[in-house]
């Protein structure tokens, strides 16, 4: 396995904890756990890009912001429907990108892709209808099905906004302008909306510093620089491997049951995401 596709799993890996960080910064607000993932993440972020000479300026710096303001939506929606639904529902529904995202490169960047791809591509995809079905239909589950999979109409538009800055610029630029686009964001609809900015228990704020650290720094720092190597389509269906962890870690950590349907189902997704990677390495 190549170098380039480690790193996106070891970023996997660091955004799987997202969503129990969300959860253990109970009785926070979701847009407060986004917040300060941000507002602990920023300072290190900017200056170390500033220290090194790669925070992008002009057009470049712009999208990234904008990118940022996407992704602080996605995050809203996605730590709300956390509070509704499951952490293996939440979290798939949020990256079921892979469809926008490949008929987008598809009209804009000419990328063909043949059965090698889109044959495990259906089988992730259909492993991941496994994981949520379980869920469906069952009360306020299904406005947190709704709000994920808004968060990932979100999502898209931000990796495709931060694969098109990546080939001008480093990894560790384009997260940190992103990072201050999602802050500014965030704070503004917190100020607007009167949302106690302080105030929380001690867990939420080791929550918060657990998002920015492990989820955000890592995590997502090694997707974006991992992004400029892969193919968007790939990025966007390995990010399926998110649920698979998540799933686990919300049954080790939280105690949150997995049934058998969402065991095959998250078996079915980890075959899938495997095999679009050697597809893609072919490519």
């Known amino acids: 396995m190549s170098r380039v596709v480690v790193v996106f799993l070891i970023g996997a890996i660091g955004i799987s904890w997202a969503a129990i960080f969300g959860r253990l910064a109970a009785p926070a607000p979701p847009v407060m756990v986004a917040l300060w993932r941000m507002i602990f993440a920023a300072p290190f972020l900017v200056g170390l890009a500033l220290a090194r000479g790669e925070l992008p300026r002009g057009r470049d710096g712009w999208v990234l912001l904008v990118g940022g303001a996407l992704f602080a939506l996605d995050l809203t929606l996605w730590y709300t429907s956390l509070t509704l639904t499951s952490i293996a ?4 529904l949020v990256n079921t990108t892979s469809l926008s995202i490949g008929l987008w490169s598809w009209f804009t960047q000419g990328e063909r892709l043949g059965w090698r791809f889109w044959a495990p591509a259906a089988l992730a995809l259909g492993g991941a209808g496994l994981v949520v079905r379980a869920d469906l239909g069952q009360g306020e589950a299904v406005w947190g099905d709704v709000l994920a999979i808004f968060g ?4 898209a538009a931000y990796l495709i906004v931060v694969k098109q800055a990546r080939a001008r610029c480093t990894a560790l630029g384009a997260m940190a302008m992103a990072t201050v686009g999602a802050l500014v ?3 503004a609809y917190a100020l607007v909306m009167r949302v106690p900015l302080t105030g929380y228990p001690a867990n939420a704020w080791w929550s918060f510093l657990g998002s920015a650290f492990v989820t955000h720094i890592l995590g997502m720092t090694c997707i974006v620089w991992s992004l400029r190597y892969l193919r968007s389509t790939f990025a966007a269906l390995a990010l399926l491997a998110q649920p698979v962890g998540s799933t686990a870690l919300a049954w080790l950590v939280l105690d949150e049951a997995i049934g058998v ?3 095959l189902g998250a078996l079915a997704v980890g075959v899938g995401v495997v095999l679009c990677a050697r597809a893609a390495g072919r490519g």
């Open 261 to 263: 349907e969402q065991g």
């Open 152 to 155: 990932s109409f979100a999502y």
């Open 89 to 92: 529902n939440a979290t798939l």
């Open 185 to 187: 964001s965030l704070l």
